[in-house]
């Protein structure tokens, strides 16, 4: 329904990843949608849906509604508990306790990121604090992964959001065509793009569209967590050949301190 596939995500980054499966022969319709879904021959369904040019209509095998998400706390009796609420989620403070002092909430009933891995690190504060401890749930850096192929892995701030913020910023990408590593898993497509506040240095955000993205991007959860800087990731020895290279050479660029490409 939305101008671009994966809301949110950097613009270039989305660009890439709709081109690299258009090539696969995969049909995408944005600003689009669905008004009626009938029956067609040979037990497929007719899908018809209005889009830029006109109304289309399209049979399918197969069909999958993906609607959002909403929290699934009807009928627990939490009101009865005097747990205060908001649009279904379980209000909590920073230390994930409700207006209750000896009841605490975690994951997708508190609304936030609605992510598995965020979750847990958010149960295991909960648990710490019920036992005594005194310990904040920290959002700094939040690493969101898309499963496709070739995968998406991002954390922090993108260009736009950056621009939005009035932020002075500076970017760096480097090509994982020029990664030898990917060059022998033939692995070629994508590229690391990071965000970097130009009078500081710091990071402030990266994207990655590439083979194993989802696991590289730790790398640059960690520098963002840890407020790291250009030249901390600079001097930081990557090994070589391996996928992890192309970070330090966007972050490079980013600097304005290209070494393997222009």
């Given at each position: 329904?939305?101008?671009?596939?994966?809301?949110?995500?950097?613009?270039?980054?989305?660009?890439?990843?709709?081109?690299?499966?258009?090539?696969?022969?995969?049909?995408?319709?944005?600003?689009?949608?669905?008004?009626?879904?009938?029956?067609?021959?040979?037990g497929?369904?007719?899908?018809?849906?209005?889009?830029?040019d006109?109304?289309?209509?399209?049979?399918?095998?197969?069909?999958?509604?993906?609607?959002?998400?909403r929290?699934?706390?009807?009928?627990?009796?939490?009101?009865?508990?005097?747990?205060?609420?908001?649009?279904?989620?379980?209000?909590?403070?920073?230390?994930?306790?409700?207006?209750?002092?000896?009841?605490?909430?975690?994951?997708?009933?508190?609304?936030?990121?609605?992510?598995?891995?965020?979750?847990?690190?958010?149960?295991?504060?909960?648990?710490?604090?019920?036992?005594?401890?005194?310990?904040?749930?920290?959002?700094?850096?939040?690493?969101?992964?898309?499963?496709?192929?070739?995968?998406?892995?991002?954390?922090?701030?993108?260009?736009?959001?950056?621009?939005?913020?009035?932020?002075?910023?500076?970017?760096?990408?480097?090509?994982?065509?020029?990664?030898?590593?990917?060059?022998?898993?033939?692995?070629?497509?994508?590229?690391?793009?990071?965000?970097?506040?130009?009078?500081?240095?710091k990071?402030?955000?990266?994207?990655?569209?590439?083979?194993?993205?989802?696991?590289?991007?730790?790398?640059l959860?960690?520098?963002?967590?840890?407020?790291?800087?250009?030249?901390?990731?600079?001097?930081?020895?990557?090994?070589?050949?391996?996928?992890?290279?192309?970070?330090?050479?966007a972050?490079?660029?980013?600097?304005?301190?290209?070494?393997?490409?222009?």
């Amino acid at each position: 329904m939305l101008p671009q596939i994966i809301p949110g995500e950097d613009e270039e980054i989305v660009a890439a990843l709709r081109s690299s499966m258009e090539r696969s022969g995969i049909k995408i319709h944005t600003d689009s949608k669905v008004s009626r879904i009938s029956a067609a021959k040979d037990g497929r369904k007719t899908v018809t849906f209005s889009a830029k040019d006109g109304e289309m209509k399209v049979d399918v095998e197969k069909i999958l509604l993906s609607v959002g998400r909403r929290p699934n706390t009807k009928d627990m009796g939490l009101e009865g508990l005097g747990i205060k609420m908001g649009r279904g989620t379980i209000l909590v403070d920073d230390h994930l306790r409700t207006n209750l002092t000896h009841i605490f909430a975690a994951g997708d009933c508190i609304g936030n990121w609605l992510l598995a891995h965020v979750a847990s690190m958010e149960a295991e504060v909960a648990v710490e604090n019920a036992l005594g401890h005194d310990k904040r749930m920290d959002y700094t850096a939040v690493p969101s992964c898309i499963y496709t192929h070739p995968e998406i892995g991002s954390v922090g701030m993108n260009e736009r959001q950056a621009k939005e913020k009035e932020l002075e910023i500076t970017t760096g990408k480097f090509p994982m065509l020029a990664c030898g590593r990917a060059q022998a898993e033939n692995e070629t497509e994508g590229f690391v793009k990071v965000v970097v506040e130009k009078a500081s240095g710091k990071i402030l955000g990266a994207q990655i569209l590439g083979h194993r993205a989802t696991d590289l991007i730790a790398e640059l959860t960690l520098a963002i967590r840890m407020g790291a800087k250009t030249q901390d990731v600079i001097d930081t020895i990557h090994a070589h050949p391996t996928l992890s290279e192309p970070i330090r050479e966007a972050v490079l660029k980013a600097a304005g301190r290209p070494i393997h490409m222009m």
